[in-house]
């Protein structure tokens, strides 16, 4: 059991280590990274092939299960207060992705808490070779709400 919990804190704190250093191994060209009100935003996606395969039954378990197949992704928001640089852990979070032109799908972000750091993080399906829309809305404790968009162009990578 402490394998599995040591594998799955490793790779979340890698996630957090990308998300936070905003060079996400698939996002690094497309800017992603946003400061709104004072809140510095910060997104990663990592494709679900590099977590299957391996013993990481807590991945699996997270966010009502990993999904398997191809065209996969984790996306995690992490949320800091500009001023004083600590996580923002009091927050609502929900993304839409959608390739452009389409209706998309939205999710809640689930808070997910590794060695103190708490982000925010759900899976996606991003089947075609396109350009997608990433929605960010956040429901903040003396914030408000705050929109941003990102743009991912899959067919880069």
Same mark, same amino acid.
């Given at each position: 059991m402490r394998i599995i919990i040591f594998k799955f804190a490793k790779y979340i704190v890698l996630m957090v280590l990308l998300v936070l250093n905003s060079e996400s191994l698939i996002a690094n060209e497309n800017n992603m990274f946003r400061n709104i009100d004072d809140? !510095?935003?910060?997104i990663g996606l990592i494709s679900v +092939?590099? =977590?299957q395969g391996g013993d990481f039954s807590a991945e699996y378990r997270m966010h009502g299960g990993m999904p398997l197949g191809k065209n996969k992704y984790h996306l995690v928001v992490a949320l800091l207060d500009e001023e004083t640089g600590e996580h923002i852990v009091d927050a609502k979070v929900s993304v839409k992705i959608a390739a452009v032109g389409l209706s998309g799908v939205t999710k809640e972000m689930e808070k997910?808490?590794? !060695?103190?750091?708490?982000t925010?993080? !759900?899976y996606?399906?991003?089947p075609r070779n396109l350009p997608y829309r990433i929605l960010v809305? =956040? +429901?903040?404790?003396n914030k408000g709400r705050v929109?941003?968009?990102f743009n991912f162009d899959k067919h880069l990578r």
């Open positions: 809140i !510095n935003i910060h +092939d590099m =977590i997910m808490k590794v !060695n103190g750091s708490v925010f993080g !759900n996606f399906v991003l809305t =956040i +429901d903040a404790e929109q941003t968009v």
